[in-house]
Structure formats: C-alpha cells, structure tokens
C-alpha cells in the first residue's frame, strides 16, 4: 500500500508540473503538451490532481474532454480502488 500512496503522489505532482507547463507554453506560444499525453498521465493516476489544477489556473476548461472527461477517470479509477480494497479485484 506505501508503494502504491508514493506512486499516487508522484505521478499526482508530475500531472500538476504538465497541465502548469502547458498553460505557459499556451501563454507565450511555446511547444504544448498534446491532450493525449495530458490524458494518458490522468489515467495512469493523475486525473484528481489534473482536473484541481485546471480548474486553479483555468486550463482547457472549455474542453469538455478534461472537463467531463477526468471526473469520470476519477470515478472509475475510485471504484476500482474501492473493488480492490474489498477483495473482489
């Protein structure tokens, strides 16, 4: 369980480091982070940190893909933890 929480964390802080580097590089017409790597981060366990982040500094808050997109990843990403933390997974 300790590996798990130390993995949550750093992949909770390496979405947060993408989505504040994407808004600058939007801001000031640099490279972008494509929204397939922003999306494929969230699902390996960022989604709760992407989806606060966004919000905060009001990145790709029109896009419903984030918008709708990461609470359902979150959702599903808590009942599977839930599945787990009860034996059936």
């Known amino acids: 369980m300790e590996k798990i929480i130390i993995y949550l964390i750093a992949i909770s802080v390496f979405s947060v480091g993408l989505c504040c580097y994407d808004k600058l590089a939007a801001k000031y ?3 972008r982070i494509s929204e397939k790597a922003l999306l494929i981060v969230s699902i ?3 989604a709760a940190a992407m989806y606060i982040t966004m919000c905060i500094i009001r990145h ?4 419903n893909k984030f918008m709708v997109g990461l609470p359902i990843i979150i959702l599903v990403q808590m009942a599977i933890l839930l599945l787990k933390c009860i034996g059936i997974l």
């Open 29 to 31: 017409k640099k490279q």
């Open 44 to 46: 390996l366990g960022g």
């Open 60 to 63: 790709k808050t029109k896009h």
